[in-house]
């Protein structure tokens, strides 16, 4: 693997991770949401990672000298988790009973999510400046 090779997989992380860190502020934004243009509750967004799927002739690359994949964002899903209901029956949307469809969102485990992403795309970042740093030096031991 060369400089530029790390460079792109760095890049496609840090990418990867802007995404993430959208998806995750989002879901913040959105924790006290009980009613959506679509209906009910705003339902948690989670982000799908897979291998960066480039052209035949990088995937032939890859193959012949077994070079590392970056990273893409394959799709942003609703989470499965059903909504929390809780009892709220001065609530405007309170049903029949009292109880409000609350969205499915746990407040620690987007903040872990967050500083997971954050921490990704810090060392995403520092690889490149490393990169950069060192075919900077190469350069200058050419001179």
Excluded: C, W
């Excluded at 530029?4 to 997989?9: E, P």
């Amino acid at each position: 693997m060369d400089l530029f090779d790390s460079m792109q997989v760095s890049s496609s992380g840090l990418k990867a991770q802007r995404t993430r860190l959208n998806v995750v502020s989002s879901n913040l934004a959105n924790i006290a949401t009980t009613r959506t243009p679509e209906g009910g509750p705003y339902i948690k967004k989670d982000v799908v990672f897979t291998p960066d799927s480039r052209s035949f002739a990088s995937r032939l690359d890859h193959s012949m000298r077994r070079a590392v994949q970056g990273v893409q964002v394959d799709s942003i899903q609703d989470n499965p988790r059903p909504a929390k209901m809780i009892y709220n029956p001065s609530h405007p949307d309170a049903d029949d009973t009292g109880m409000v469809a609350m969205p499915n969102i746990n407040l620690l485990e987007e903040i872990s999510d967050m500083t997971s992403a954050s921490r990704s795309y810090e060392a995403n970042a520092n690889a490149i400046k490393a990169a950069k740093r060192m075919a900077l030096k190469a350069l200058e031991i050419g001179r």
